[in-house]
């Protein structure tokens, strides 16, 4: 979602998303297509949220295996940030099966060692310096954005402007 809120495209660059632009699960699977689509001779970029990496975050051992030239972005926000927000909007901030109480996101850290990749993690807007490097080599890594739980979506999002400019599969 964040994505396509800050729809800005570089010429060249193509966005897969999954149905209704939200689905979770999507972004992994997707980027190890693209990415086997290209002969792994592009960059491709995965951006997911805590939640939805979990979904698929056994591929990491694939994308480590062989290799992939694949930068895994996750936001971190400690749950289902989304389904938080509905919470807060019609449930009277009654949160359920959506905060830490819940669901946790692993150490990414540790995770990402486990796979044998590398890692970097961003809290605040200076630490987005340390990954010039990672997009200037051809290698896998996982970046962990942390962002506030409390972080609410600040704009709406619509769906027909993005289909029209960013249909793409
Ligand atoms: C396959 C699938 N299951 C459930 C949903 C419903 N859903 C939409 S957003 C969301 C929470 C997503 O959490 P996360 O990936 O951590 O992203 P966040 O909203 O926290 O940024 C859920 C459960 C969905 N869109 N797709
Ligand atoms: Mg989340």
């Known amino acids: 979602m964040m994505k396509f809120n800050n729809k800005k495209s570089m010429v060249g660059q193509k966005i897969l998303s999954g149905v209704g632009y939200g689905s979770m699960g999507c972004s992994i699977p997707y980027a190890i297509g693209a990415c086997y689509a290209a002969e792994n001779k592009k960059q491709i970029i995965s951006f997911s949220g805590d939640g939805g990496f979990q979904m698929n975050m056994q591929e990491l051992m694939l994308i480590a295996d062989k290799n992939l030239n694949i930068k895994i972005i996750i936001f971190n926000n400690n749950g289902l940030g989304l389904i938080r927000e509905s919470q807060d909007r019609y449930m009277n901030s009654r949160y359920f099966g959506t905060n830490e109480k819940y669901v946790k996101c692993p150490q990414m850290d540790i995770l990402s060692k486990a796979y044998g990749l590398s890692y970097v993690k961003i809290k605040k807007i200076e630490d987005c ?30 769906y027909n402007i993005i289909r029209i400019k960013f249909i793409i599969i």
């Open 129 to 158: 310096k340390t990954i010039k490097d990672l997009f200037n080599d051809n290698k896998s890594c996982i970046i962990e954005v942390i962002v506030d739980s409390s972080q609410r979506m600040y704009k709406l999002f619509c």
